[in-house]
T-cell receptor, first 114, second 110 residues
């Protein structure tokens, strides 16, 4: 199957700093990418949907100014957690759609804000 | 290696039937197991989350079971409807990562 690479797999940052997470489709062009977040002992929840070249669509309750999503090319989407706080500590995962309907997932990023 | 397998890969049933989707995992040291639904071109919708200490979870017409010792989970859908047609994904959490199965494509015919 197609490969989606997510980087970094783990990151620890200080409170107040910003963290960028990259999601790359390695062998296909991703017209749409999804960003998810999972808090401990909770289910994976969709944060936003991004389409290449346009603004991301955020789910209700997700702050667009805090979670900046850029999908500038067909192979790369980035999620930047701005002014991170300990409550932003979570598991973030991306997925990408190619021309079909099947989505391929990155391995996820464990963010810890101290 | 931690692998998640879903059987069957595709399933077509008439409306009203009860059905079972299967998920198996090779490493039983799981944190939790989740079932998701994905509609074409859309993101995932979480259906049920089973913690490693639980044996089942129910939500409406859906029931998911977990047997860690045998490395299996099932998703039972009662009285299926055409609106249930979607891809169903099983995902197992192992500490710092989520491992997905390939999914079962379900079609419920009216």
């Amino acid at each position: 199957g197609a490969v989606v690479s997510q980087h970094p797999s783990r990151v620890i940052c200080k409170s107040g700093t910003s963290v960028k997470i990259e999601c790359r489709s390695l062998d296909f062009q991703a017209t749409t990418m999804f960003w998810y977040r999972q808090f401990p002992k909770q289910s994976l929840m969709l944060m936003a949907t991004s389409n290449e070249g346009s603004k991301a669509t955020y789910e209700q309750g997700v702050e667009k100014d805090k979670f900046l999503i850029n999908h500038a090319s067909l192979t790369l989407s980035t999620l930047t957690v701005t002014s991170a706080h300990p409550e932003d500590s979570s598991f973030y995962i991306c997925s990408a759609l190619g021309g079909g309907t099947e989505a391929f997932f990155g391995q996820g990023t464990r963010l810890t804000v101290v | 290696k931690q692998e998640v397998t879903q059987i069957p890969a595709a399933l077509s049933v008439p409306e009203g039937e009860n059905l079972v989707l299967n998920c198996s995992f090779t490493d039983s040291a799981i944190y939790n197991l989740q079932w998701f639904r994905q509609d074409p071109g859309k993101g995932l919708t979480s259906l049920l989350l089973i913690q490693s200490s639980q044996r089942e979870q129910t939500s409406g017409r859906l029931n998911a079971s977990l047997d860690k010792s045998s490395g299996r989970s099932t998703l039972y859908i009662a009285a299926s409807q055409p609106g249930d047609s979607a891809t169903y994904l099983c995902a197992v959490e192992y500490g710092n990562k989520l491992v997905f199965g390939a999914g079962t494509i379900l079609r419920v015919k009216s």
